[in-house]
């Protein structure tokens, strides 16, 4: 009976503090990320923004300590005199009320339209403002200024990419010294991937994946290592030492193609195998240099990515 009485108590005890320990987790507040934008944020051409628009998989490269939101819309602006502001709109308003910690801004590309260029002079200030509306919140966020994707062919959608770059990117430039806010360049990473935009102005899946890979690279900067769960075909994708680890959670023998690229979006390593259940596959990066790169994993046209950081 004794005995008895011993065991329940320390089964009360070991409860008691598996309690508190989950409450504790709990109350651990997260990060709130808002993700504003237009249709590229919203995920327009995705089969499932809501699982693979760039603030979807942003989601899963930050992790649990961080709860991503997007509030991107189809055609908004910067402009307030543009032909769709985002000033106006239910997103701006929902952006706002969610007191975000963190606050990334992608906008400008539906302000190269014709129709609004008689007000890019108003660009900075109309930035300007709206940068000094979402700092005043009581969160007192970080802001973000993203340079806009890059737009392939001859005004798709009315979009000028060469507004973009000489005229919106250089404003996005001076409000962001200005302000003294963190820019962020996704151009570099796409510019040479017009593969990745099917109407020409909208990335697909891979190219939102690159999109989020250069804005989490800017909110995580100083990580040592991240790793985007996988699907459940793949047991684990990791780094040990100088080499990736693939194990595949497959019966069957597979063909795998495996690509690493640059924060550019460059492909710096390429391998081809086959897998058997059961054996771990190891590829050598020994030979890239430190910093943070994305792997895409391609086994019988399950393609998945998952982000790395070489120490």
């Not at 400008?108 to 940068?131: C, H, I, R, Y």
């Not at 430039?173 to 360049?185: D, F, P, S």
């Not at 570099?188 to 099917?198: G, K, R, S, T, Y």
């Not at 897998?275 to 890239?288: F, M, N, R, V, W």
Request: hydrophobic residues 40%; aromatic residues 10%; glycine residues 6%.
């Amino acid at each position: 009976m004794k005995h008895y009485i011993i065991k329940s108590k320390r089964l009360i005890l070991i409860c008691l503090f598996s309690s508190l320990f989950l409450s504790l987790i709990a109350q651990t507040p997260v990060i709130k990320v808002a993700c504003i934008g237009n249709s590229i944020t919203a995920g327009t051409g995705i089969v499932n923004p809501t699982a693979d628009s760039y603030p979807a998989v942003l989601q899963r490269l930050l992790g649990a300590g961080y709860e991503v939101k997007n509030f991107g819309q189809g055609g908004k602006c910067m402009l307030h005199k543009g032909d769709n502001p985002y000033w106006y709109s239910s997103v701006y308003y929902g952006a706002k009320s969610y007191i975000p910690d963190i606050v990334i801004i992608k906008l400008g590309t539906n302000d190269s339209k014709a129709v609004n260029q008689p007000f890019l002079n108003e660009f900075e200030a109309d930035m300007s403002s709206f940068v000094d509306i979402f700092r005043a919140l009581t969160s007192k966020p970080k802001i973000y200024l993203c340079i806009p994707s890059p737009v392939f062919g001859s005004n798709a959608y009315g979009i000028s990419d060469s507004v973009i770059v000489n005229i919106i990117t250089p404003h996005i430039r001076n409000v962001a010294a200005l302000k003294n806010t963190e820019l962020i360049n996704i151009r570099p990473a796409l510019v040479n991937h017009p593969e990745l935009f099917p109407d020409k102005v909208h990335p697909n899946e891979a190219g939102a994946v690159l999109i989020a890979n250069v804005v989490s690279a800017a909110l995580l900067p100083q990580t040592t290592q991240i790793i985007l769960p996988m699907s459940d075909q793949y047991e684990r994708v990791f780094l040990k030492g100088n080499s990736l680890i693939l194990d595949l959670n497959s019966n069957k023998r597979s063909i795998v193609h495996v690509f690493i690229f640059n924060i550019s979006g460059m492909l710096v390593k390429q391998f081809t195998d086959v897998y058997h259940s059961g054996i771990l596959k190891e590829y050598s990066l020994a030979s890239l240099p430190k910093g943070i790169y994305l792997a895409k994993v391609d086994a019988e046209d399950n393609i998945k990515t998952t982000k790395l950081v070489i120490k």
